[in-house]
């Protein structure tokens, strides 16, 4: 079993409004990491997006016989989940970005 302090000094994760997302301090990013992390979401989101798409054609082609072209997955599914993380990422962490430099002012 864990001790608790005396001290009443507890560590409570950060939360969502302050900045943080699961403890990363998302609010310290400067204008180039905010767009590198932006575009890494966009990325992994389509991959993923694409990945679901795929695995879920398959099994609709196996199971009803049909012949749906695997090229949809990437145009239907992939790219408007990809497109709209990228702008999702890049509008929450553009604003903390721009939050951070007007309270710097």
Same mark, same amino acid.
């Given at each position: 079993?864990?001790?608790?302090?005396?001290?009443?000094?507890s560590?409570?994760?950060?939360?969502?409004g302050?900045?943080?997302?699961?403890?990363?301090?998302?609010?310290?990013?400067?204008?180039?990491?905010?767009?590198?992390?932006? #575009?890494?979401?966009?990325?992994?989101?389509?991959?993923? =997006? @694409?990945?679901? %798409?795929?695995? $879920?054609? &398959?099994?609709?082609?196996t199971?009803?016989?049909h012949?749906?072209?695997?090229?949809?997955t990437?145009?239907? #599914?992939?790219?408007?989940?990809?497109?709209?993380?990228? =702008? @999702?990422?890049? %509008?929450?962490? $553009?604003? &903390?970005?721009?939050?951070?430099?007007?309270?710097?002012?």
């Amino acid at each position: 079993m864990a001790l608790v302090s005396q001290h009443g000094s507890s560590t409570s994760p950060r939360t969502f409004g302050s900045g943080y997302l699961f403890g990363i301090p998302l609010g310290d990013l400067g204008w180039f990491t905010s767009l590198l992390m932006s #575009f890494a979401v966009g990325f992994a989101a389509f991959f993923a =997006a @694409t990945f679901c %798409a795929i695995i $879920g054609v &398959l099994i609709y082609n196996t199971a009803t016989h049909h012949a749906v072209d695997f090229a949809l997955t990437y145009k239907r #599914f992939g790219l408007p989940v990809g497109l709209l993380m990228l =702008a @999702t990422s890049l %509008a929450y962490l $553009g604003t &903390l970005w721009v939050r951070r430099q007007l309270r710097k002012e």
